[in-house]
T-cell receptor
Framework: GAVVSQHPSWVICKSGTSVKIECRSL??????MFWYRQFPKQSLMLMAT?????????EQGVEKDKFLINHASLTLSTLTVTSAHPEDSSFYIC???????????FGDGTRLSIL | GNSVTQMEGPVTLSEEAFLTINCTYT??????LFWYVQYPGEGLQLLLK?????DKGSNKGFEATYRKETTSFHLEKGSVQVSDSAVYFC???????????FGAGTRLAVHP
């Protein structure tokens, strides 16, 4: 089946640094990738949708300059949390799909802890 | 706006017990409804779906019926196994599989 790999699975860093999370589709071409954020005991919240070769579409309330998304190829999207602060600590999950009529395939998530 | 509410967990059952996880939704229009499952250490996987009223989605012994009159999509399984232990997410979408809106998730623990 379709596999999405997310890396790293866990990262701890100091406040003020930038952190990059990678999301790769291993065996299919992902025309669309999604980034979610999940707080403890809460829903996955869609942050943004990215299509290969174009700018990401951010959901209302998500800071574009804070969460930089790049989808430069059909197999890779990256989320960079810039100048991270403790309130950015969360679980970030990506998903990918080849076409709109196919289910999203999810990565295992990245736990980000900002000290 | 659209939203999904599902029962809080954890739900703890003995093997072979009957499972129900409640899910209700609020939506304008006629969304598609989904159940996703997340096994320990893995990403979310689509378990089943229903795209219109009275549709029944089923997979791996699980089933859920799209009830428009009660705006519900409750997940059921007649006899759970230890291997069903996971977190279950109810979700909806107005755009096929895109723009999913998830519930908070319900953790299921099945004991031998």
């Amino acid at each position: 089946g379709a596999v999405v790999s997310q890396h790293p699975s866990w990262v701890i860093c100091k406040s003020g640094t930038s952190v990059k999370i990678e999301c790769r589709s291993l065996d299919f071409q992902a025309t669309t990738m999604f980034w979610y954020r999940q707080f403890p005991k809460q829903s996955l919240m869609l942050m943004a949708t990215s299509n290969e070769g174009s700018k990401a579409t951010y959901e209302q309330g998500v800071e574009k300059d804070k969460f930089l998304i790049n989808h430069a190829s059909l197999t890779l999207s990256t989320l960079t949390v810039t100048s991270a602060h403790p309130e950015d600590s969360s679980f970030y999950i990506c998903s990918a799909t080849g076409t709109d009529d196919q289910p999203q395939h999810f990565g295992d998530g990245t736990r980000l802890s900002i000290l | 706006g659209n939203s999904v509410t599902q029962m809080e967990g954890p739900v703890t059952l003995s093997e072979e017990a009957f499972l129900t996880i409640n899910c209700t939704y609020t939506a304008t229009g006629y969304p598609s409804l989904f159940w996703y499952v997340q096994y320990p250490g893995e990403g979310l996987q689509l378990l089943l779906k229903a795209t219109k009223a009275d549709d029944k989605g089923s997979n791996k012994g699980f089933e859920a019926t799209y009830r428009k009159e009660t705006t519900s999509f409750h997940l059921e399984k007649g006899s759970v196994q230890v291997s069903d232990s996971a977190v279950y997410f109810c979700a909806l979408s107005d755009h096929g599989y895109n723009k999913l809106i998830f519930g908070a998730g319900t953790r299921l623990a099945v004991h031998p």
